[in-house]
């Protein structure tokens, strides 16, 4: 048939890749956990329990860490005239923060050059802090609020969607058409535009559409947007 003439030819793909943060637990009981370093100390969203929390560094960094999964499905068509891919798709991100249950005010973080906090891009800071707040394990960040040693971090959180839809002419079928067309031009033209439609031949019409949002996650919840 017409298909095997032209040499159709067909893929289809379907991606899943995960990422899973690795977040670290430590349970000192009722008892306190100190931790003292000269230089830095680096939190990547630790779940702590203790009966106090005393950090002494040069620098305090509290980091947020992310889980990640990316969805794809592409279908892709070809013969020697016409070629087409479709690619429909999605990014989440969940942003995890550290969880430090302790007492109320058992917090006793010094550190000369400031403490670090990220935090997931969202609405207004202040908004943002008060609602994560509540959040069990998450007090500290209230307690924060009212210190001016903090260094706020906004963090990009990825959650968006996809669907691509691309279409055109192959390189082939570009030179073909040049080679028609060289017969009912001048010779000049002919010659020109073989060149052009050779090199440009491909996609002709592109649509997509996505939607970008911040999450946040905690211990129990997969994501909030915003």
Do not use: C
Not at 91 to 116: C, D, R, T, W, Y
Not at 126 to 147: C, D, H, T, V
Not at 197 to 206: E, F
């Amino acid at each position: 048939g017409l298909a095997k003439l032209l040499g159709q030819d067909s893929s289809d793909n379907y991606y899943d890749i995960t990422r899973k943060a690795l977040l670290p637990s430590l349970n000192a009981g009722g008892g306190a956990l100190t931790i003292n370093a000269g230089n830095n100390i680096n939190l990547q969203a630790p779940r702590v329990t203790a009966g106090q929390i005393n950090l002494a560094a040069n620098q305090i960094n509290i980091e947020i860490v992310k889980d990640f999964r990316q969805l794809e499905e592409t279908h892709t068509r070809k013969n020697l005239l016409w070629q087409s891919t479709d690619s429909v798709g999605s990014i989440n991100e969940v942003a995890h923060l550290s969880q430090f249950n302790v007492p109320a005010g058992a917090f006793n973080f010094k550190a000369p050059g400031g403490i670090n906090v990220q935090l997931p891009e969202g609405s207004d800071l202040r908004q943002q802090i008060e609602r994560m707040a509540s959040q069990p394990g998450q007090e500290y960040l209230k307690e924060f609020a009212n210190r001016d040693d903090i260094d706020w971090q906004r963090i990009e959180v990825v959650n968006k969607t996809w669907d691509i839809h691309k279409e055109g002419m192959t390189p082939e079928a570009g030179i073909l058409l040049a080679i028609a067309l060289s017969f009912a031009l001048p010779p000049n033209f002919g010659a020109g535009l073989l060149n052009s439609l050779g090199n440009s031949a491909g996609v002709s019409t592109v649509t997509t559409t996505g939607v970008t949002a911040a999450g946040v996650g905690t211990s129990t919840a997969t994501g909030l947007g915003t």
